[in-house]
């Protein structure tokens, strides 16, 4: 992912196809680590919590 960074603020010969590429993997990366790490843990918890209510 570091080596991403320096690509996307490039301004040598290539770039323009190279920023065109680097941009969506470096957001990938970033919201698969959101997903993987937040929103599935939370709705895993809230999932797992709706089953094991007690009814009086």
Not at 24 to 41: A, N
Request: net charge positive; glycine share 8%; with cysteine.
């Amino acid at each position: 992912m570091h080596i991403l960074l320096p690509i996307m603020w490039s301004s040598g010969s290539g770039s323009q196809v190279m920023k065109r590429i680097a941009a969506p993997m470096f957001c990938g990366l970033i919201s698969s680590t959101i997903l993987l790490l937040i929103v599935i843990p939370v709705v895993f918890t809230i999932w797992k919590g709706c089953g094991t209510r007690e009814e009086n």
